[in-house]
């Protein structure tokens, strides 16, 4: 039973964007807008050349950020600010998803590549922002990003949980490979038609408050 599978488990980690709202809310779509925006008006770059850096940035580096701190040495601190500054009442209270998570025993985190105060905002627009013991940005991680094992090392050394004591829920799949190696159990949130295959992911769902039932 999946429940059992669990029963050890005193850490719960949730990605954010993706994770803990559903994907047609459609709040990375602004997001994406704004990182273009930044990126051509800083780099002096057409639109077009912008949201190709983008999306190069995310495939090679984890997250944008990374890729222009790394190739651009750029201050991260107003990137963050000014690409989360958004319409967060696309968001709706999740009631459901909000008993689900208090009614996990141990430790709840929030874990995201996003800032911590743009993770207080989405939770908060989810009614989910009283529920969690601790809540981590990439600050948090001295802006290594998911999927790095850098990332995830900053991010139990400042927790101090143990990781075989511990769940992943992620949208990425890349972002689980380093939790799957660490001996947290790992969950891909995502639509059935975006699942993968692979050794490193052990659960799959297209629905977290679901499957969150199923395991307390």
């Known amino acids: 039973m999946t429940k059992n599978k669990f ?17 047609d809310a459609a709040l990375f779509d602004q997001i994406e807008v704004k990182m273009t925006d930044w990126v051509a008006r800083h780099l002096n770059v057409d639109p077009q050349t912008a949201d190709k850096l983008r999306s190069d ?32 009442s696309v968001l709706e209270i999740d009631f459901e998803l909000r008993k689900a998570i208090e009614n996990l025993p141990g430790r709840k985190i929030v874990y995201t590549n996003g800032s911590e105060p743009y993770a207080q905002d989405v939770l908060k627009a989810r009614g989910l922002d009283d529920l969690f013991d601790a809540v981590y940005g990439i600050e948090h991680a001295d802006f290594h990003p998911k999927p790095t094992a850098q990332a995830y090392e900053k991010i139990i050394a ?26 947290m159990r790992t969950i891909h949130i995502a639509p059935e038609n975006l699942h993968e295959d692979a050794d490193h992911i052990e659960y799959k769902t297209d629905h977290i408050t679901s499957f969150l039932q199923s395991v307390i």
């Open 158 to 183: 400042l927790d101090k949980f143990d990781p075989q004591k511990a769940a992943m829920f992620e949208d990425d799949p890349r972002n689980l490979y380093v939790p799957h190696s660490l001996g």
């Open 57 to 88: 940035y995310w495939k090679k580096y984890g997250t944008t950020l990374s890729g222009l701190m790394a190739e651009h040495s750029i201050d991260p601190l107003p990137y963050l600010q000014y690409v989360h500054d958004i319409d967060f």
């Open 7 to 23: 029963a050890h488990v005193r850490t719960w980690v949730f990605d954010l964007d993706q994770t803990l709202y559903p994907v």
